[in-house]
């Protein structure tokens, strides 16, 4: 890969990185990022026993077991028996726990609004088109109404019912979430 390349990729992986850490910040929101990690794995890669849980999430399994716990008390996820071991359990996202993600995605989504507010057509297009891009590569399609760039400039209420790609690999759609 040509070294501006790389830099393209490692300038936009940090950018991106940042400003969510950034936004989430500034919305004053108590929950731990490993929570709405969780809930992204488990809305397109569920239901999931407690070890391939927490290896996606990239946390140890008492951390996972930990997190699993207090997302049960909060009525975000189920746990039931493996059909086929019944030693083990499968973690599973409930409807209010979507629906939280799907809250917290706007939340994040307008808090970011102000830093875009100053694009004009052209650049929203070419953000419009960049991160079209990026969904495609790593299959995130959001599956819920939240607020979305729009390619002409500003953020509106854009319902998106585009679902993860059945072909797109299950590992790559497994590595980025939320």
């Known amino acids: 890969m040509e070294s501006t390349r790389a830099q393209t990729i490692e300038t936009l992986l940090v950018s991106v990185n940042r400003l969510i850490r950034a936004a989430a910040q500034a919305t ?12 992204g794995i488990l ?11 927490a290896a996606l999430s990239r946390v140890a399994q008492p951390t996972m077991t930990r997190l699993v716990t207090g997302m049960l008390a909060d ?14 359990q499968l973690i599973a996202i409930t409807p209010a726990g979507h629906d939280r993600l799907v809250t917290w995605r706007a939340t994040i989504t307008e808090t970011v609004g102000p830093v875009f507010a100053d694009l004009d057509d052209d650049e929203w297009d070419v953000l419009h088109d960049a991160a079209a ?18 390619p002409r400039g500003g953020l509106d209420a854009a319902p998106s019912s585009t ?16």
């Not at 004053?28 to 809930?39: E, H």
């Not at 809305?43 to 849980?53: A, H, M, N, S």
């Not at 891009?133 to 995130?140: E, H, L, M, N």
């Open 43 to 53: 809305e397109t890669d569920q239901p999931l026993r407690l070890g391939e849980l």
């Open 75 to 88: 009525g975000l996820v189920t746990r039931t028996v493996d059909p086929d071991d019944s030693r083990g």
């Open 28 to 39: 004053g929101n108590p929950t731990s990022a490993a929570v709405w990690r969780t809930l």
């Open 133 to 150: 891009v990026i969904a495609s590569r790593v299959g995130a399609h959001p599956t819920s109404t939240t607020s979305s760039p729009s």
């Open 163 to 178: 679902s993860p790609s059945p072909t797109s690999p299950s590992s790559t759609r497994s590595e980025i979430h939320a």
